[in-house]
């Protein structure tokens, strides 16, 4: 087949990510960058879709398990007959590809020094091993160190990224990734935010971190609210509540404590939900806490730092007083709340408990509604 550009037309494009699509060649590393709502997940399965065209077997890569999820949903519906696709986390490949051996640092995460060895001596003694396409989504949340890696055990490696939305400890900016992929690596940029509305989108931007301001959606609704719990079963409430006036939505309620999520689960399995409620656990290794259904309505319930390159048409943040005693002008808080509240698509709810508001929701004035 031929490497040259093979535009796949898809009908749930927008002319901008389509042309964004079909401007990358088949060939050489990129690197894509967009704001939240521009559609990168998208785009990153129809991108997969088109690489799987070539004959290569292809994968769409992500760190976080529950974003793979998502993605391995996305492709059931693009993926074409005889070119198929596989979502799949790094940690998942790196295993399959290096053995569950595999070298680790003293953190736990892998060695990717130590793996470029093997990767670079198996290409070149087995002339059977066919190096795969890889897309990567959710980019910045990897280090340098493995895109070099890929550099060398991949035929192609398209990233998407947005370097406002670095919540790992192993994270890289735009131009490290490109560094690390090569001097040939090709950039390009999508814009535009589909998601949010506009009351939504100007709220994320006051914890915005780096970048240039992006304008605001056109598309309008309620005001972000700031909303004060006396406990969790007041917290609960409030979540069945909205559960019942708004039986099509898919509510994430994001949390920072897998304790809280467990007691909100309880809770909101005696209330009698139209739609069972889901609680996911990167600990758990299958099952009920492991796989869900993230198309479906319903209450989901997940850890801050699960929930990137989510969206749901309702998100509660639950307990923001778990962050009253940081600096509110910290760099890492500014770019926590900036990726939850961009997963919201209708309506945001910021809560809180104890005497007082804690101070990162203080200031917000016109932004939000309190209550």
Not at 148 to 174: G, H, K
Not at 243 to 259: D, K
Request: glycine fraction near 8%.
């Amino acid at each position: 087949m031929t490497t040259a550009n093979t535009p796949v037309l898809h009908p749930d494009l927008t002319p901008a990510q389509r042309d964004c699509l079909d401007a990358l060649p088949l060939t050489g590393n990129h690197v894509v960058s967009g704001p939240p709502g521009s559609g990168k997940s998208l785009l990153a399965a129809h991108r997969a879709v088109h690489l799987a065209l070539t004959g290569r077997p292809t994968l769409l890569l992500s760190r976080s398990n529950l974003l793979r999820q998502l993605l391995r949903g996305t492709l059931q519906g693009l993926t074409v007959p005889g070119a198929p696709v596989e979502a799949a986390t790094v940690h998942g490949w790196i295993q399959r590809r290096f053995g569950s051996d595999a070298p680790r640092t003293e953190d736990g995460w892998f060695d990717w020094t130590a793996l470029a060895g093997p990767a670079a001596e198996t290409l070149a003694a087995d002339d059977d091993v066919v190096a795969p396409h890889l897309v990567v989504d959710e980019g910045q949340d990897l280090s340098p160190g493995f895109y070099r890696l890929v550099r060398i055990a991949a035929a192609s490696v398209t990233v998407f990224a947005d370097e406002c939305q670095r919540l790992t400890e192993t994270n890289s900016t735009l131009t490290e990734i490109t560094d690390a992929l090569g001097r040939s690596t090709a950039r390009a940029e999508v814009g535009g935010n589909h998601r949010n509305t506009r009351e939504i989108a100007a709220l994320a931007e006051r914890f915005r971190i780096g970048g240039t301001r992006r304008s605001l959606p056109f598309r309008s609704g309620p005001l972000p609210v700031v909303r004060h719990y006396s406990g969790d079963k007041d917290l609960a409430a409030d979540i069945a509540a909205l559960a019942a006036g708004h039986p099509r939505h898919r509510i994430g309620v994001i949390v920072n404590s897998l304790r809280t999520a467990s007691d909100l689960m309880r809770r909101l399995e005696r209330a009698s939900l139209a739609h069972e409620p889901q609680l996911y656990s990167s600990t758990a290794s299958s099952g009920r806490y492991r796989d869900l259904d993230l198309a479906r309505p319903g209450v989901v319930l997940v850890h801050r730092a699960s929930a990137k390159g989510l969206d749901f048409d309702t998100v509660v943040i639950a307990d923001t007083e778990t962050d009253a005693a940081k600096d509110p002008t910290a760099a890492d808080l500014r770019m926590a709340y900036y990726v939850m509240i961009t997963r919201a698509r209708e309506r945001l709810v910021l809560g809180w408990r104890g005497s007082r508001p804690p101070r990162h929701l203080e200031g917000l004035d016109g932004l939000v509604a309190g209550e």
